[in-house]
């Protein structure tokens, strides 16, 4: 599975972006696709994930300011994407998306077991 993370950039503070994340391979749609973060100085930490059924579930800092959607319809080729509004300066992080192959709730929100990881994409918030 190859991830292909985009979108990020500057926003202000109550501002909104959107990133995307492009998974790519002939198994893609068992895998459940998510977003971390990771901030100077801190781990890199759970945001959203969509599993391979499209429930999402959500990081309690960010619940109710994002959303996570899949486009699952095609095998080969999937998208999530992480809707961003209301964003606060705490939000400025590398965002990277990650697929893991487990339907497992607790798991799939776990940043060391993810199976696959794309390259970050930036997001800076200010105040």
């Known amino acids: 599975v190859q991830l292909q993370a985009s979108g990020g950039g500057l926003a202000q503070t109550g501002g909104s972006l959107r990133l995307s994340c492009a998974a790519s391979?002939?198994?893609?749609?068992?895998?459940?696709i998510g977003w971390f973060r990771q901030a100077p100085g801190r781990e890199r930490e759970f945001v959203a994930t969509?599993?391979?059924?499209?429930?999402?579930?959500?990081?309690d800092s960010v619940k109710g300011r994002f959303t996570i959607s899949r486009d699952n319809r095609d095998n080969a080729k999937n998208t999530a994407y992480l809707q961003m509004d209301s964003l606060k300066p705490e939000d400025t992080a590398a965002y990277y998306c990650?697929?893991?192959?487990?339907?497992?709730?607790?798991?799939?929100?776990?940043?060391?077991?993810?199976?696959?990881w794309g390259q970050g994409t930036q997001v800076t918030v200010s105040s």
């Open positions: 391979g002939r198994t893609v749609r068992s895998y459940a």
């Open positions: 990650a697929a893991i192959l487990s339907s497992h709730v607790a798991t799939i929100q776990v940043s060391s077991k993810q199976d696959y």
């Open positions: 969509a599993s391979r059924s499209g429930d999402a579930y959500y990081a």
